[in-house]
């Protein structure tokens, strides 16, 4: 069992920078891939980046390649999406998702979920 609590979410003018975390409870972290999703109004969610039990495999989305980065601390059980450039378009609600492999978070069905937070991005 995974528990998953996003946080850095907020309001940031276009061109800015946000930091967003992941939390992960349980022992066995770096034994999940994890990764970022999200989902604005009106919108399916989607997939925005992933990163392997390790660290040492990503894949970003093409929408936020050279803009988004994602990492992680296994010492720390947290992930962080560091958001830079940012558009109106990336306003959303950010999910945390983790999985015991890292073609369940590409295919968009990760085992566990986070509650989300809001980014909005104005223009």
């Known amino acids: 069992q995974v528990q998953l609590v996003e946080s850095g979410g907020g309001l940031v003018q276009a061109g800015g920078s946000l930091r967003l975390s992941c939390a992960a409870s349980?022992?066995?972290?770096?034994?999940?891939?994890m990764g970022w999703f999200r989902q604005a109004p009106g919108k399916e969610r989607e997939f925005v980046a992933a990163?392997?039990?390790?660290?040492?495999?990503?894949y970003h989305a093409d929408s936020v390649k050279g803009r988004f980065t994602i990492s992680r601390d296994n010492a720390k059980n947290t992930v962080v999406l560091q958001m830079n450039s940012l558009k109106p378009e990336d306003t959303a609600v950010y999910y945390c998702?983790?999985?015991?492999?890292?073609?369940?978070?590409?295919?968009?069905?990760?085992?566990?979920w986070g509650q989300g937070t809001q980014v909005t991005v104005s223009s």
């Open positions: 998702a983790a999985d015991l492999t890292f073609g369940g978070i590409i295919s968009g069905t990760p085992g566990y």
């Open positions: 349980g022992r066995t972290f770096s034994g999940y891939a």
């Open positions: 990163i392997s039990g390790g660290g040492g495999h990503t």
